[in-house]
């Protein structure tokens, strides 16, 4: 199926076009989420080591990451979507929903394993983020892009100097 605009009608798919596919999937929420844990779990406050961070960073990606991205991927190969991009607005509610709920619960199962607060203050953000974004969403179309490289610039400032 081809990309679509906000309006339902297909996008002219020349080399700008392409070359803003290759922008987005570079900088993917997903992919921004996990640099912020591996960043988090190097640099973070309160982690006791580089190992231990990355181990809390794994977890961290398996617990949190790892189910809306098997739920995108699942329903996207089912015909769900529209496209790998979830144009239509309409089909972003569930998504919303199963990354909220992984969050809220990734973030209480890391509690319970006693997982550094920065990881839990990470995943608070980001709940408060796709809360937002879904709110939003209910209205108007727009990219969780933004606010998750926003999250990453704001941790590489804080942890790296």
Do not use: C
């Not at 640099?43 to 739920?71: E, K, M, Q």
């Not at 979830?86 to 969050?103: D, F």
């Not at 990881?119 to 209205?139: D, Q, T």
């Amino acid at each position: 199926m081809p990309a679509v605009d906000q309006t339902g009608q297909a996008v002219r798919q020349d080399t700008l076009y392409r070359l803003g596919r290759i922008i987005s999937q570079i900088f993917h929420p997903t992919v921004n989420g996990f640099a912020s844990y591996l960043l988090v779990g190097v640099n973070g406050p309160g982690i006791a080591s580089v190992r231990s961070g990355l181990g809390w960073a794994a977890t961290s990606i398996l617990v949190v990451l790892t189910p809306p991205s098997l739920y995108f991927y699942l329903r996207l190969f089912k015909g769900h979507y529209s496209d790998d991009d979830v144009s239509h607005r309409s089909e972003r509610t569930g998504l919303y929903i199963a990354s909220v709920l992984s969050v809220l619960v990734g973030t209480y199962v890391l509690y319970l394993l006693g997982a550094p607060t920065a990881f839990l203050r990470l995943n608070a953000a980001a709940a408060g983020v796709a809360i937002v974004a879904m709110l939003i969403n209910f209205r108007w179309k727009i990219s969780v892009h933004s606010a998750s490289i926003g999250t990453l610039a704001m941790l590489a400032t804080l942890f790296t100097q």
